[in-house]
């Protein structure tokens, strides 16, 4: 008997977008929990306004803009499903990619100057909130880019067309590692 | 049956049996405990002297493993998995992929977690809630790469059970039968879901920290060392804020059981559906606003432990009300005791007493006094225990037809009850006792404490009792081997109960149902007026004059 179920739905919603959004809330209270502790702990020591001054200001300002183009260019990608221009689909997934991955380099290149200048994550209680979040934050970028690659993959070899509203999918969880970014810029950076 | 199946009903099945494995690995290490209180420092019969460190790692696995490896898989992922989709009237879960996955990575976690005893320095010892920083650095304890293996084993349980939590909530949000509203659901899953949703929103900030300890570990940082400026508080805060949720995870699942049960053999609709429903969301919400109850003697400001003394106080409210609705329906009921009505009943029994003192220790002023005591460690095996082992055993005892496709004995099955009911209370009745008089937790020779050696006797006793509740549990093994192979053939609605998973066959094929239910009434309409029989299941159509004067 078949048991294929997603094609069922009580809600009229898709499942596939159900679970990611309920995915998305327990990601929400990771970061909510790690940046909440951030605070509490910032507000509750003195001291902490050196720190800030050895980060790379427009380095972070730089890698803003690439993550947000990289937004603009995952709904591009959408876009494309809905048009049903393949060719759109594709070029939007391959610069999405791109940009995660310039973000990346931006971003190891930044941790590499402040290795050097001595900052480890043992440096302190602001490095260790530094790299705790911005490393976790990475680590999900690296996964976005992970997932757009089959994206795109599957697209070059035409067999996402059944599968095309998973870009709507993997967009959601791009705009969020997306506003994760916001949030830590000014936290880290700004302050 | 495939071993790397996507059928939910084998899911369930995979979580049982490991489920069982720790529970008796769990169980071998309270016996330890208990053997290493009672008589110091002597040879534990079977296994030979128990060294301090060694106690230490004791303590902390038992909590570990009966929490997270034997509760949550039982309660949550076993029921939730096997009673989701047959009572929703679904063919599977929405994703059996995930599924799947997640049963895999749970296994991993048992994997990573058994081989913790085996590397240099034995398992983690910094106690199950792991506070910092005796857990935060390698030579506090002696221990660094059990320590290690635990996080990793934790961080993978919370991945599969986060993948389990979106399972169960997209399958009731999304599959359910024609006609089967949210307010037709019966009470099981509405207390999956709720629980579904406190995991996955308590367990982010926990994995956050989890990770931050490991950090704190491999890495160097100082989140939770002082020196390095950091706030070893802040663990406690992180953990209870999960901790405390954790609490109602697996408590609810627990009490769907006993409410699922307890309208069968009662043959009475359950008294006050909505309610209960009502009651169980506010317990969730406010299960939120409560964790700092753990904490009224850690160091953290003092003016807050009156509003959480007052929110914890206050949770009571919705579980009492679901207590009198349990109560009232138990009211003036033809009430049949077979196994799993008696361990229904007795759950909620030795709920009440744990319920009652619960109270106690979310009272500031009286946790002082009793605070990382024996009577918080009876307090919470009159919760966890009655949940996680009297309504577990409920569940197994009730579903098993539905599972197996055979009965279970009923002599042996009463026989497991009266002696699990009466040694639980001989163990923990006593406990509390032990510690008003001021017995801490944790110690491993209270021998060494003068003022402890009056209560000794009661601990002999104690221990005695534990180990005949352990010796009680082995009419439960003979009876779920000998009935899964010889056991009576059970037929479709063996109890002549309502929710949808009696009329698919026992056990259910793969896809569940011949044809997807159809469902028209409310989950416990017994004894009904309508019909001869004294049940009405949710998917008997409407007789045609009943309908008509619809």
């Not at chain 1, 876009?79 to 221009?85: E, I, P, W, Y």
């Not at chain 2, 106690?127 to 635990?150: D, E, I």
């Not at chain 2, 753990?294 to 160091?299: E, T, Y």
């Not at chain 2, 220790?361 to 095996?381: E, K, L, M, Q, R």
Request: net charge neutral; aromatic share 16%.
């Amino acid at each position: 008997m078949a048991t294929r179920t997603e094609t069922l739905t009580s809600t009229g919603i898709p499942s596939g977008k159900v679970g990611v959004w309920w995915f998305l809330a327990s990601e929400i209270t990771v970061f909510g929990g790690l940046i909440a502790c951030y605070i509490v702990v910032r507000l509750g020591s003195g001291g902490w306004g050196e720190a800030t001054t050895h980060l790379n200001f427009s380095l972070a300002l730089a890698n803003t803009f690439v993550l947000l183009t990289s937004s603009l260019t995952m709904v591009l990608a959408f876009a494309g499903v809905q048009d049903g221009s393949p060719k759109g689909l594709r070029i939007s997934l391959l610069l999405t990619i791109l940009l995660g991955l310039i973000f990346l380099a931006i971003k190891a290149f930044e941790y590499a100057g402040e290795i050097r200048e001595g900052f480890t994550p043992a440096a302190g209680i602001f490095w260790s909130f530094y790299y705790g979040m911005t490393g976790l934050h990475a680590l999900h970028v690296l996964a976005g880019v992970a997932v757009n690659s089959i994206l795109l993959i599957e697209a070059l070899g035409d067999i996402l067309r059944p599968n095309e509203h998973r870009v709507e999918l993997a967009g959601l969880y791009w705009h969020f590692v997306d506003i994760v970014w916001i949030f830590l810029f000014p936290l880290l950076y700004l302050t | 049956m495939k071993i790397f199946s996507t059928d939910h009903k084998t899911i369930a099945k995979q979580y049982l049996t490991l489920g069982l494995f720790w529970a008796i690995v769990g169980g071998l290490t309270s016996y330890l405990i208990r053997w290493q209180v009672a008589y110091p420092d002597t040879e534990a019969p079977g296994w030979g002297f128990i060294a301090p460190d060694f106690y230490n790692m004791l303590v902390t696995m038992h909590g570990t493993i009966m929490v997270f490896f034997v509760a949550m898989p039982i309660l949550l992922a076993t029921f939730g998995n096997f009673l989701i989709p047959l009572m929703i009237g679904a063919r599977d879960m929405a994703f059996p992929r995930l599924n799947r996955l997640s049963v895999w990575v749970f296994a991993l976690a048992s994997l990573v977690l058994l081989l913790s005893f085996f590397v240099p320095g034995g398992a983690a010892s910094a106690g199950w809630t792991g506070y910092p920083p005796l857990s935060a650095n390698a030579t506090y304890t002696g221990v660094n790469w059990g320590l290690n293996l635990w996080l990793v084993a934790l961080a993978l349980e919370f991945v599969s059970f986060l993948m389990g939590g979106i399972n169960f909530l997209t399958t009731t949000i999304n599959l359910r039968a024609p006609g089967m509203t949210f307010f037709r659901l019966p009470l099981i899953v509405w207390m999956q879901i709720t629980a579904a949703v406190l995991f996955m929103l308590s367990v982010g900030p926990l994995i956050a920290g989890a990770v931050m300890l490991l950090l704190d570990r491999v890495a160097g940082t100082t989140f939770y060392l002082p020196e390095g400026g950091g706030e070893p508080l802040l663990w406690q805060h992180l953990f209870w804020f999960f901790g405390h949720p954790e609490v109602y995870v697996i408590f609810l699942p627990g009490l769907g059981i006993v409410l699922e049960i307890m309208p069968v053999f009662s043959r009475k609709p359950i008294f006050g559906y909505r309610p209960i429903i009502y009651s169980t969301i506010a317990a969730g919400m406010l299960s939120f606003v409560v964790w700092a109850h753990h904490q009224f003697l850690s160091g953290m400001d003092p003016r807050l432990a009156m509003p959480f003394s007052i929110t914890t106080i206050l949770i009571s409210v919705p579980f009492a009300l679901i207590v009198f609705a349990m109560i009232a329906t138990l009211w003036r009921a033809s009430i049949s005791f077979s196994t799993p009505m008696l361990f229904a009943i007795g759950t909620l029994s030795i709920f009440i007493i744990g319920g009652l003192t619960g109270i106690f220790n979310g009272s500031a002023p009286v946790d002082i006094y009793i605070h990382g005591t024996y009577f918080v460690v009876a307090h919470f095996h009159f919760t966890l225990f009655s949940a996680t082992f009297f309504a577990g055993f409920a569940g197994i005892t009730y579903w098993f037809p539905k599972m197996f496709g055979r009965m279970m004995n009923e002599t042996l099955g009463k026989i497991h009850f009266w002696l699990t009911l009466i040694f639980f209370n001989a163990v923990f009745i006593p406990m509390h006792f032990v510690g008003l008089g001021g017995m801490m937790r944790r110690i491993a020779n209270p021998m060494q404490y003068e003022f402890l050696q009056p209560l000794q006797p009661t601990n002999v006793f104690i221990t005695l009792a534990a180990v005949l509740l352990i010796v009680g549990q082995i009419p439960f093994v003979v009876n779920f081997f000998w009935s899964l192979f010889r056991g009576r053939v059970a037929e479709r609605n063996p109890w002549q109960a309502n929710t949808l998973e009696w009329s698919a066959g026992s056990p259910p094929p793969h896809g569940n149902f011949e044809r997807v239910p159809v469902v028209y009434r409310s989950p416990y309409e017994y004894s009904s007026p309508e019909v001869v029989e004294d049940w009405l299941p949710q998917d008997r159509p409407p007789e045609p004059s009943t309908a008509a004067r619809q």
